[in-house]
């Protein structure tokens, strides 16, 4: 029997889809799990895979057609199979034969057959995605939330389109891959995070700041840091390094905002709404500008790399951020953010949060200039860095006992393994 | 380290008990000059005497009244029954006696009595005869059940269960007597209440004991050359259950599938699938599911009788079900 292939919701917001090109022809012999098309989101150029094993009977979406999630893009099916007519787009959710396939379509009436029980008045009818009941496993559905994934956006493998683990982790190779195996590393103490409800005084300190200043309360700090030494330390491990790598100034910053991280956990952390998600592991999002627009690819557990691990991941993520290469997973799960503009040599800005974190660091250009060290005036290099902080999450002194840490590190770089 | 049969390791724990407590006896249909029905207690009258071997006569409920009885008196008697089947006769002393005597006595009579025999089905021996007590034997407080797979375990599962100041079931099976395995000589103790993984595995726990201990080591045999890597937890001791092994298991498989002799209503497995739904919730990615013997008394007919029992490719189609293979 012939089977659709759908246009898949490949990022975790994506809602349409261009096919790019198609990487089967008509008539190939398709295996489940094969790339049939390269797909844009609206994040990154993803692969569109098969679900069933067949031959490619028929290309329905043109290259370059922008198609909703759900449409119909192919038709897999026996060698020869006659395709009568273009099939009706379908759902996003496989119609199983044996489970209603969405809200919509399920009957209104109670069957005639079925007992005369009281009926509750269905709900009005509203768009599929706000009211598809979501199957999930129980196992499913504590990953998901862990990882926070929007199971409403994950094709399920399982009967009647239940969302069971192998379609978050791609584990086995002909299932449907929504958020593939890596969307959050599995944390090295075994425990990813802690949830802290909210207290009185946090819920009206939220509320009143979000009245106040929009629905994310900033407010900034700024610093401004003596480089002299961390530029130094810089110069010497390059030379030491010789053509095996490069450290940038950024890569020192990463890393020293990963450590002062670890130290000031009160800032690595998400706001829930009803209770404040604080992260045990560090993942620094790394703001990329791309032609278009700006992406945070992530390095997971950067308080844990090198600063050639960092400086290595940092490069390529941005490279293939600026070919539109990057998987949803890895710009997604951040758990605080750095903003560089100082190749542009900005002296200072302010970076907005990316919710639902609650904090990020907005750094400026390294230039000289003349301070006065110990009454004498001399020439310093020096950086100035500005936290934006989501008060409905850090305080003023919380935000600036971070900041004076990671301005520490970096004026003395050796605190770095304090 | 010697390979010797399931009878004989059993036979080995018995010899060694006695010798070891001259409470212990042994009471009960051919157990003596006949040297058992199925050959456990062979020797055991010429070493120990008639007064530590005791035949009886086929009257279940006597015989098992006057364990009860000895037991209360101070002595340590293991009560054999020629097949469970025959037991049945016997539960009222079972359950209302010996389960029971040391809670209604204020904890002034203690119980350290062990009932043994062969239970569940073997072959062509019918409905009357084809039966697996666990469940019924399980529920009951009071009681401690276990049902060894190997002669290894046999073997230590009764030593414990003499020892044991509590009432013990000791299932056995007429087609694991001939069973061979390793078996050390002397002190094996295994402890009552504790699982063994009989094989590693990390995509599905599969849960049994006594004779379905060899048809999940099939089916996982089966399932491997699918590339599925399944756990074989033999539970061993059915009463206390061994909770965390269970829960462990399926914390690192997230599915399991439960297999035994018995009918499925309020079976073992029932009970262990109470469990993993209550406590190993969120690990869950599929209902656990039963194979179980067919929900009928067992028909004398041969491939019927087939039909009727646990098999390892029902375990192996459970498996790949719960994995959402098919």
Known sequence: ?????????????????????????????VKTGETLAEVETDKAVMELVARADGQLLKQIVAEGATV????????????????????????????????????????????????????????????????????ASPLAKRLAKERGVDLKLVQGSGPGGRVVMRDLEGAGAAVAVAVPRSAVPQPVGGVAYRDVPLTQIRKTIAKRLAASLGPVPHFFLTTEVDMERAADARAALNQQLGDQGKISVNDILLKATALALVKHGACNAWWQEDHIRYWNDVHLGVAVAVEDGLITPVIRNTDRKSLLEISAEARELAGRARERRLKPEEYTGSTFSVSNLGMFEIDQFTGVIN????????????????VAVDGQVVVRRRLRMTMSCDHRVIDGATGAAFLKTLKQMLENPLAMLL | MPTITYRDALNQALREEMQRDPNVLLMGEEVGLYQGAYKVSRGLLEEFGAKRIVDTPIAELGFAGIGVGAAMGGLRPVVEFMTWNFAVLALDQ????????????????????????????????????????????????????????????????????????????????????????????????????????????????????????????????????????????????????????????????NRAVIVE??????????????????????????????????????????????LAKPSPEKVVAAARRVLYLD
């Not at chain 1, 919710?355 to 003349?370: R, Y």
């Not at chain 2, 029971?100 to 019918?126: C, D, E, H, T, W």
């Open chain 1, 1 to 29: 029997m012939a089977t659709n292939v759908v246009m898949e919701a490949l990022s975790p917001t994506m809602e349409e889809g261009r096919l790019v090109k198609w990487s089967k022809a008509v008539g190939d012999a």
């Open chain 1, 68 to 135: 909703p999630v759900g449409a119909t893009v192919a038709v897999i099916g026996a060698p020869g199979e006659k395709v009568d007519s273009v099939p009706a787009p379908a759902p996003a959710q496989p119609a199983s034969p044996k489970a209603p396939a969405a809200v919509g379509t399920r009957p209104l009436a109670t069957p005639a057959t079925a007992p005369a029980a009281p009926v509750p008045a269905p709900a009005p009818v509203a768009p599929a995605d706000a009211t598809r009941v979501v199957r």
């Open chain 1, 355 to 370: 919710p639902p974190e609650a904090g990020i660091l907005a750094v400026g250009t390294m230039a000289a200039k003349p």
């Open chain 2, 94 to 253: 079972i359950v209302n006696a010996a389960a029971k005597m040391l809670y209604m006595s204020g904890g002034q009579i203690p119980m350290p009595i062990v009932f043994r025999g062969p239970n569940g089905a073997a072959l062509q021996l019918s409905s009357q005869h084809s039966q697996a007590w666990e469940s019924w034997l399980s529920h009951i407080p009071g009681l401690k059940v276990v049902a060894p797979a190997t002669p290894y375990d046999a073997k230590g599962l009764l030593k414990s269960a003499i020892r044991d100041n509590n009432p013990v079931i000791v299932l056995e099976g007429e087609m694991l007597y001939n069973n061979k395995g390793e078996v050390p000589e002397g002190e094996i103790l295994i402890p009552i209440g504790q699982a063994e993984v009989k094989r590693d595995g990390s995509h599905v726990t599969i849960i049994c004991h006594s004779k379905t201990v060899s048809i999940a080591l099939k089916a996982a045999d089966q399932l491997a050359s699918q590339d599925i890597a399944a756990e074989v937890l033999d539970l061993r001791t059915l009463r206390p259950l061994d909770d965390a092994a269970i829960l462990g298991s399926v914390a690192k498989t």
């Open chain 2, 261 to 306: 002799e018995g009918w499925p209503q309020c079976g073992i497995g029932a009970q262990v699938v109470d469990l993993i739904q209550r406590e190993a919730f969120d690990q869950l990615d599929a209902p656990v599911l039963r194979v179980t013997q067919a929900d009928v008394p067992m028909p004398y007919n041969k491939q019927l009788e087939r």
